[in-house]
């Protein structure tokens, strides 16, 4: 069975850090592009950051210059690290795999499996 498993959320005030974690089990996970995506109350889920299988990084210009997304293959593990932290930021984020053709690259899309989401709030 396939399960991404994400960790590291938590409550962050405004210009703080945090690291999300996203664990493969039952896949090998080097093999694929993986991405994170976000969902805030009431609005539509939107790609954050992805890396290829080779390891290219790719985040949208929301969080550009703020997020970097890294992997970590002996661990099965990708990594969100998030830093100058905006109450727009506040989402459930999940990790998914993606469709290689897509990552990197604007509008990139998750393909067969999502995790269950880490709730990120940040907030004064």
């Known amino acids: 069975q396939v399960q991404l498993v994400e960790s590291g959320g938590g409550l962050v005030r405004p210009g703080g850090s945090l690291r999300l974690s996203c664990t493969a089990f039952?896949?090998?996970?080097?093999?694929?592009?993986i991405g994170w995506f976000r969902q805030a109350p009431g609005k539509e889920v939107e790609g954050v950051s992805c890396i290829s299988a080779d390891g290219n990084p790719f985040s949208e210009d929301s969080v550009k210059g703020r997020f970097t997304i890294s992997r970590d293959n002996a661990k099965n593990t990708v990594y969100l690290q998030m830093n100058s932290l905006k109450p727009e930021d506040t989402a459930v984020y999940h990790c998914?795999?993606?469709?290689?053709?897509?990552?990197?690259?604007?509008?990139?899309?998750?393909?067969?499996?999502w995790g269950q989401g880490t709730q990120v709030t940040v907030s004064s």
């Open positions: 039952g896949i090998t996970s080097e093999y694929y592009a």
């Open positions: 998914a795999t993606v469709f290689p053709a897509h990552c990197p690259g604007k509008g990139f899309t998750a393909d067969d499996y």
